[in-house]
């Protein structure tokens, strides 16, 4: 019987979930996705792009060619059927025990930081709507500490009871936020207030030398944001389907969930930002809408909080885990927490550091990219044979040399380099080759044409050497 339990603390951290617990279905993922893909960022990520120069035709043309990646995410799940672990324990497969704890590093910065910033989001849209409904300034370090308050237990709860709750809760969330989105758009609709804007007007000066060059950086914003900021995050919710479960259901599964909710709303916020130059449609929206939906707009920004952030503070445990931390998950999430509140603290009653941090977290796209891609090719090209429990044991199949996949760390590092050559992250960082694509943001296709270029020569090489002889390997370990 699976220890995963509704509603009960989920003991299992990063080690294998063994067959007997492989419980899940695929479907589980399409709700999952749905209901993190709720959450506000996507509608502020949407409401950005106009301001970038584009019309509403190369807002959407961003938006969809976002899906591309899209597919590329789906594929980052297989890995949890077919290790039982989370993402950043199945990637040592690929770089190696030791030549893993960079990106596992990174993934754990990321997913507390974004975290953080959703918390800290949440909280000033609840005291901007209460501060709507009662007509004046509300008390507002009283309401702030309330707000956080509110923001912190509710995650830490979520997060602790762990995989089984957080997947049958995201059910009723995805659910919820597809109704009162619904109704959102409905009354915005209705009031005459969604579709005040020509397709082909513009609201802003060109971010970029041209529409090229600004086009990438709309890209760049809306992939960064949404499916490569949770590439590196997805297998810790699908290794609990059983190994044979098919590939196709998987990707189906998390593709749609993924792509319908997060299209959906930034293109909500595209047309909100045309139509009223909304720069922050979270905090500008309430003033277009009627005091009597604050209360359920309220409901809808915090609920779609929720679902994101809880998937931050369980990928964040299982990271500190994965780099060596002994302490069991439910311990390591409210290490998380007690950090993000940290922050929360600090950003919202000394200095509000929300903007800055968002720009630092968005650089993260120079390392996942190449990640992700060598992450991918190597599920297809790994002939095998699969030893799950030796992704914890130094010298096994999965050390390499010295503990690291030297050949994917190379082509890691070179993806990353071109990554950061090409990025442009004003005003952290720009590339000093984004003036080849008219001051654009071309690390997505740099970063992913160098690192495949490095490693698939090489890793389809040893793939086809090695095919001949795992069979009869994987007919051993079958046999003991």
């Not at 035709?57 to 059927?81: E, K, N, R």
């Not at 590093?105 to 609840?126: K, R, S």
């Not at 800055?356 to 990219?369: D, H, K, R």
């Amino acid at each position: 019987m699976s220890q995963n339990q509704v509603f009960h603390i989920e003991m299992k951290g990063i080690d294998i979930i063994e067959d007997d617990e492989r419980v899940g279905r695929p479907r589980a993922l399409f709700y999952n996705w749905a209901a993190a893909n709720f959450a506000m960022g996507n509608l502020v990520i949407g409401g950005l792009l106009p301001f970038l120069g584009l019309n509403f035709w190369q807002c959407l043309l961003d938006i969809l060619a976002m899906d591309l990646f899209v597919v590329i995410f789906a594929m980052t799940s297989l890995y949890g059927p077919r290790y039982g672990s989370s993402t950043m324990v199945t990637s040592r497969a690929v770089f190696g025990l030791r030549g893993n704890w960079l990106p596992t590093f990174l993934t754990w910065i990321e997913a507390v930081g974004w975290e953080g910033v959703n918390t800290v989001l949440g909280v000033l849209v609840l005291v901007a709507v209460i501060e709507k409904i009662v007509g004046h300034s509300a008390s507002a370090p009283i309401l702030t500490g309330i707000g956080l308050a509110w923001m912190i237990s509710g995650t830490l709860l979520w997060s602790l009871l762990g995989h089984a709750t957080i997947l049958y809760l995201q059910r009723f969330t995805s659910l919820f936020l597809s109704l009162g989105f619904l109704a959102m758009i409905i009354l915005l609709i209705a009031r005459g207030m969604l579709f005040r804007f020509g397709f082909s007007q513009h609201v802003a000066p060109l971010a970029g030398s041209n529409v090229w060059g600004s086009w990438l950086i709309g890209l760049m914003l809306v992939v960064s944001s949404a499916p490569y900021g949770w590439a590196n995050f997805s297998a810790e919710y699908s290794r609990y389907l059983p190994r044979e479960v098919r590939p196709q259901d998987v990707i189906r599964n998390v593709f749609w969930g993924f792509a319908i909710v997060s299209n959906v709303v930034m293109i909500v916020g595209v047309m909100l930002s045309l139509s009223f130059r909304m720069a922050d449609p979270i905090n500008d929206l309430p003033h277009a809408l009627p005091t009597a939906f604050l209360v359920p707009f309220a409901l809808i920004i915090m609920v779609g909080l929720f679902s994101a952030n809880v998937l931050n503070a369980y990928t964040s445990g299982l990271a500190l885990q994965a780099m060596g931390i002994a302490l069991a998950r439910h311990k390591t999430v409210v290490v998380d927490m007690i950090l993000v509140a940290m922050m929360g603290i600090f950003a919202l009653y000394v200095y509000n550091f929300v903007s800055s941090f968002e720009t630092f977290l968005g650089l993260m796209i120079v390392w996942v990219t190449p990640w992700t891609a060598i992450y991918v090719i190597d599920y297809f090209l790994d002939p095998g044979p699969y030893l799950p429990k030796e992704l914890f044991i130094p010298h096994g199949r999965y050390w390499y040399t010295n503990g690291v996949n030297w050949k994917a760390f190379v082509a890691f590092l070179a993806g990353l380099i071109a990554s950061l050559l090409f990025v442009n992250d004003y005003p952290l960082f720009v590339g000093p080759l984004t003036s080849w694509v008219g001051h654009g943001d071309f690390s997505l296709v740099a970063g992913t044409v160098v690192s495949v270029g490095i490693y698939l020569p090489w890793r389809a090489k040893a793939a086809s050497a090695t095919n001949s002889v795992v069979p009869l390997i994987q007919e051993k370990e079958i046999d003991t």
